[in-house]
């Protein structure tokens, strides 16, 4: 099953819309508690970076009987380094992205630490791609 969302850069009035739509479809499918809360915390942490950091985006959910794939894509300013970006603190937000209380520079580790496997790809002045799978088994 594969879904669609697109995400606006700069809207944080619905930042978090995608999350709370995989979650609800993966309640459906009586996925445990666990592994739809690591889901959740990962989709949403990248879905308001694109929301904080990019311009626009897309992002599409592919959910099998195994686990869940995600994939978000950007246009956007890119990440010139990712090592850098995945660091626990480090944080480029802008002031107003601070005032709608993100900007911890947790995000990115927290969608790794989540994930079973995640990959980012970025090209500066184009844009991001994330990629989060999660087992359902496990
Ligand atoms: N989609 C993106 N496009 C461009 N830059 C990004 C993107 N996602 C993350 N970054 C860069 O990586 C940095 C770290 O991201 P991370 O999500 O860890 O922290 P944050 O978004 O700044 O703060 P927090 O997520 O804790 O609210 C960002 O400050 C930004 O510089
Ligand atoms: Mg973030």
Do not use: W
Request: proline content about 3%; cysteine-free.
């Amino acid at each position: 099953m594969l879904t669609e969302y697109n995400v606006e850069g700069g809207d944080f009035t619905r930042a978090g819309y995608a999350s709370s739509q995989i979650k609800k479809t993966l309640k459906n499918l009586n996925i445990s508690p666990e592994i739809i809360k690591r889901v959740v915390v990962a989709l949403y942490e990248a879905e308001v970076n694109i929301v904080a950091h990019a311009f626009k985006g897309v992002i599409s959910a592919d959910i099998s009987n195994s686990g869940i794939k995600l994939v978000l894509e950007d246009e956007g300013p890119g990440i010139p380094d990712i090592d850098m970006a995945m660091t626990k603190g480090y944080s480029t937000a802008s002031s107003r992205v601070r005032e709608m209380g993100f900007g911890a520079g947790m995000g990115l580790p927290n969608i790794k630490d989540n994930a079973d496997r995640f990959n980012i790809v970025s090209r500066v002045g184009e844009g991001t791609r994330v990629t989060i799978e999660i087992d359902f088994a496990g």
